[in-house]
């Protein structure tokens, strides 16, 4: 019970920071927040995902590219360039890295306008952080784990952060149906997203890609949306106005 408990715990936190801080935050802007609570929401993204940390700045980068080129041989992660989705984690990674450690200069439209913590994004992405979060996960697994294949699970824990993206960017751009006709290949996976936080609505938000709620139709759930709502009424963020019209030439579920 301790290890399923971790297991989601450590997989819906992880979770929450990629989807609410570096996509919606870092990448998209959709909301802003005070000085305090954009450190604060760092450092939970940084404790959230552990040795599997990415940074912001990057993120927002890659993010900002996918769109631009979204499923043309310049997306970093379209699953139609590569033969499965461990080839297409490998090409985002290398990509990442040239981003990250600045052997690329990215285009200037992509770049800026996203949180910067040199200190932590140092620790962040150390060999010293990385192994000693995933140490952290092997001891806890020793020390409750009731049973041999429990183990297989912790290399989820060590990858968390890629992992999330590697079903997001595979399945929302292969399976499912689409709301919109965006000239790419994305799809809406799942009509309530429990696996993603709203992430598999990749069809609406490559249309809207400024609305803070994934969900365009009364039956698609955004789980992430309610909280992002939440934390506006409590003035720990503030949720910029959009002025996007949802009306478009539909395409009927597949």
Known sequence: MAILI???????????VQTFYLHRYSAHKMFTMNAFWE?????????????????????????????????TEKDPHSPHFSNNAFTMMWKTKEIYNDVHKNRVEPERRFDGDYPVWPALER?????????????????????FATQWWMFLLLPFHFLMGPVHGAIVNWSGHKYG????????????????????????????????PNRVNFGVKWWEVDPTYPVIWTLDKLSIIKLKPVKEKVKN??????
């Open 123 to 143: 620790i962040g992405d150390s060999y010293y952080s990385r192994v000693g979060w995933g140490v952290a996960y092997v001891l806890f697994y020793i020390a």
């Open 39 to 71: 450190k604060a929401f760092y450092l939970l993204t940084y404790m959230a995902q552990g040795s599997s940390f990415l940074s912001p700045r990057a993120y927002a980068i890659l993010h900002r590219m996918h769109h631009a080129f979204s499923d």
């Open 177 to 208: 149906y689409q709301n919109f006709d965006n000239n790419d290949r994305s799809k809406n996976s799942l009509f309530f997203d429990f696996l993603t936080g709203g992430e598999l609505f990749q069809n609406n938000h490559h249309k809207l």
């Open 6 to 16: 971790f297991f989601l715990a450590h997989w819906y936190l992880s979770l929450f």
């Open 249 to 254: 030439r539909t395409k009927a579920a597949a």
